[in-house]
């Protein structure tokens, strides 16, 4: 069974870099077909996407975000990881990482539901 | 962006009555090349991560009880707990996955 742990500073300062690592167990990052995504979460708000990449390192984001986000994968490591730079206190928030379903049929492949979700990591930004 | 908008807010259940929670999308997730309906419904306590219930609108995950259940089609959604537990006091959330960015409703507090 695949399981999915965030990691990194739970405090970041203004205008600083918020780096995220997740490590993937149980499993090869490599394997099956599945994108793998970043997803936040202020506290007492709804979810958010951030953006996901791909086994071969393709990489969507948030139009509103993608100035300031990076998605990056390191399969020998088993793990992926975010970074978002210019991090403002609008940025505080539990951030999850999930694999993400890709269902394939006729017309092609798509993306699908979150399954499983890291624990989740609490991020303040904060001086 | 799809816009999810789930109904009520919050739901007061008496313990074995039927939760109903709405969901209603800015725009259709049904895909007519393969009929699907690009939604899914989660379940999140407090502390957790969300654990996803229903996915294509009606498919229930291996090992979610069978008083869970999804339907509806197009724009209007609706995931019904059919006998109240103790347990299933969480937040709820759809989601749409029809359209990057991947979106989420605003969630509903079921509560006893």
């Known amino acids: 069974q695949v399981h999915l742990q965030e990691s990194g500073p739970g405090l970041v300062m203004p205008s600083q870099t918020l780096s995220l690592t997740c490590n993937v167990s149980g499993g090869s990052i490599s394997s099956g077909n599945y994108y793998w995504s970043w997803i936040r979460q202020p506290a007492g708000k709804e979810l958010e996407w951030i953006g996901r990449?791909?086994?071969?390192?393709?990489?969507n984001y948030k139009t509103s975000l993608k100035s300031r986000v990076t998605i990056s994968l390191d399969t020998s490591k088993n793990q992926f990881s975010l970074k978002l730079n210019s991090v403002t206190a609008a940025d505080t928030a539990v951030y999850f990482c999930?694999?993400?379903?890709?269902?394939?049929?006729?017309?092609?492949?798509?993306?699908?539901?979150?399954?499983?979700w890291g624990q989740g990591a609490l991020v303040t930004v904060s001086s | 962006d799809i816009v999810m908008t789930q109904s009520p807010d919050s739901l007061a259940v008496s313990l074995g009555e039927r939760a109903t929670i709405n969901c209603k999308s800015s725009?259709?997730?049904?895909?007519?090349?393969?009929?699907?309906?690009?939604v899914a419904w989660y379940q999140q306590k407090p502390g957790q991560p969300p654990k996803v219930l229903i996915y294509w609108a009606s498919i229930r995950e291996s090992g979610v009880p069978d008083r869970f259940s999804g339907s509806g089609s197009g724009t209007d959604f609706t995931l019904t707990i059919s006998s109240l537990q103790a347990e299933d006091v969480a937040v709820y959330y759809c989601h749409q996955y029809y359209s990057t960015p991947p979106t989420f409703g605003g969630g509903t507090q079921v509560e006893i």
């Open positions: 725009q259709s997730i049904l895909y007519t090349s393969n009929n699907k309906n690009y």
């Open positions: 999930a694999r993400e379903e890709v269902d394939c049929f006729s017309s092609g492949c798509h993306e699908a539901w979150f399954d499983p």
């Open positions: 990449i791909s086994v071969s390192g393709t990489t």
